[in-house]
């Protein structure tokens, strides 16, 4: 495949890449080798992920997990080149892993090398967010390492789950995948901002109405459920990693009540804010290396 692949971060147990197709002839690829444990996030265009009698259907809101020792091909299905965030795993760390997780049938079954998981507005933003902090250089190795490891957590679970949502047809994707491509893009941004869903649906140039619809079918939330949850993972990484007083959490995420914050966050983590930064709920362990 050509594309252009960027070490945007290393560390001692994975590196970020950045991977931008540049196929413009090519339907398929050529078989590939993948000699590592991956988990990729696809941010821009639709392909199909080939593996040993499975064709997985990848566009924004997917992240491909894929064990090491696996071919794949890729078949391009949309004229916008693939983008794709993949966090590669060292040998070590995924041994290690296997200690922990490999009761799970997506590592016991040999006939399973790669599986789709589903995204939410939660991991989405820990994902830009991670992008974010290795670009501006803002954050400590340990900050980042901190919340690659929440990604490998979050995303685990949802493999098994994953089902292909049978709404979002090929001509959806053809005409609206930009759409909600950008309309991420935009609340990840300014979600710290008074949105509105005509400011939103502007920006992504369709109607209020036709966009409110189009967003739901992609992400299975609202815009405003979609922005709700991008601002309460926001205060639960500030609650966890600083000292700031809940109220400044709160207002540095977006939200401009305080009763309202407290309210949607224990609804969302089952603890009042205070409380939650306070407790320490069994988690689950995860390797270094």
């Known amino acids: 495949m050509e594309a252009d692949l960027h070490t945007l971060y290393r560390s001692d147990f994975y590196q ?65 080149p693939d983008e794709c965030t993949i966090f590669q795993f060292t040998d070590n760390f995924f041994r290690a892993l296997l200690e922990y997780h490999g009761g799970l049938r997506f590592f016991t079954d040999n006939d399973i090398h790669s599986l789709l998981a589903k995204t939410d507005a939660s991991l989405e933003f820990l994902h830009h967010h991670i992008i974010h902090q290795v670009i501006t250089r803002a954050a400590s190795t340990l900050e980042i390492d901190q919340c690659v490891l929440d990604i490998v957590r979050e995303v685990l679970p949802r493999v098994a789950d994953y089902t292909p949502d049978t709404r979002i047809d090929a ?79 709160a207002f540095a995420s977006g939200f401009n009540s305080l009763e309202h914050f407290t309210k949607s966050f224990h609804q969302r983590y089952g603890l009042p804010p205070a409380k939650f930064r306070t407790a320490t709920p069994a988690a689950t362990v995860l390797p270094l290396f």
Do not use: W
């Open 171 to 249: 001509r959806l994707k053809k005409n609206h995948l930009e759409t909600i491509e950008a309309a991420k893009a935009y609340i990840t941004t300014h979600f710290t901002e008074d949105i509105s869903l005509t400011a939103l649906a502007q920006h992504c140039c369709v109607s209020p109405f036709h966009f409110s619809r189009i967003f739901k079918s992609f992400t299975s939330s609202a815009p405003h459920q979609y922005l709700l949850l991008t601002r309460l993972k926001h205060a639960e990484m500030i609650l966890r990693n600083t000292t700031l007083p809940v109220a400044d959490a």
């Open 16 to 80: 970020v890449i950045d991977f931008r197709c540049r196929c413009t002839s090519c339907t398929t690829t050529k078989p590939e080798y993948a000699d590592s444990f991956c988990i990729s996030f696809v941010r821009k265009g639709n392909f199909l992920y080939n593996v040993f009698r499975r064709s997985m259907d990848s566009y924004t809101g997917c992240v491909i997990v894929t064990k090491p020792g696996t071919e794949r091909t890729i078949t391009h299905t949309h004229s916008i």
